[in-house]
């Protein structure tokens, strides 16, 4: 892995990097090989703030028809206020990466960030590595979640997630190596943080 230079630590205080993109673009990944290369970066994902009540956020019908869960393909089901304080305490550290789905989706996020990139991966390598990662997860039924994906997700990331591609200062190519992403990202967010 590619390490960030010493010059390049030095971006200052709080310094906030977005990486949005699809589920499965490689945003997780490009988030862990920049804090691979620079131990003191804080990281925050935002999927982790998605509402714990159903009723706060957006609901859809169960495919199966037997009631309603949270739209997790969808920016209203993030719980914005609890993920955006998660954002700021972590400001504290020298420089934070904030990755999710929706990360570039809220003009709340885009306006604390110092630099925005949209990872671009085509929709056919995003389906089989979000397939693969729930396979190995032990998810048990790929039929319903190809179901999932054509019913839900890839409208959402249609109607929501690939249009916010156009408020990304870089945006990079999902099929490239994970560590020429981290390069690209670091030189950008250095040049950005200053």
Request: contains cysteine.
């Amino acid at each position: 892995m590619t390490r960030v230079g010493r010059a390049e630590r030095t971006a200052r205080a709080g310094a906030l990097l977005l990486i949005g993109g699809g589920a499965g673009s490689g945003k997780s990944e490009l988030a862990k090989g920049l804090a691979a290369a620079d131990p003191d970066l804080a990281v925050v994902h935002l999927d982790d703030f998605y509402h714990s009540d159903p009723d706060a956020g957006v609901t859809v019908e169960k495919l199966d028809g037997t009631g309603r869960v949270l739209d997790r393909a969808h920016p209203g089901s993030l719980d914005l206020g609890r993920a955006l304080a998660a954002v700021d305490r972590a400001r504290a550290a020298r420089a934070v990466v904030a990755e999710g789905v929706f990360a570039l989706c809220f003009p709340e996020l885009r306006e604390r960030a110092d630099l925005s990139v949209y990872v671009d991966t085509p929709d056919d390598v995003r389906l089989a590595r979000k397939m693969l990662r729930k396979l190995k997860a032990g998810e048990p039924d790929a039929v319903l979640m190809l179901r999932n994906y054509l019913h839900f997700s890839r409208p959402r990331h249609e109607q929501h997630i690939a249009p916010a591609r156009r408020h990304a200062d870089l945006v990079l190519d999902g099929l490239e190596p994970v560590p020429a992403l981290v390069a690209a990202t670091a030189a950008a967010f250095v040049a950005a943080a200053y």
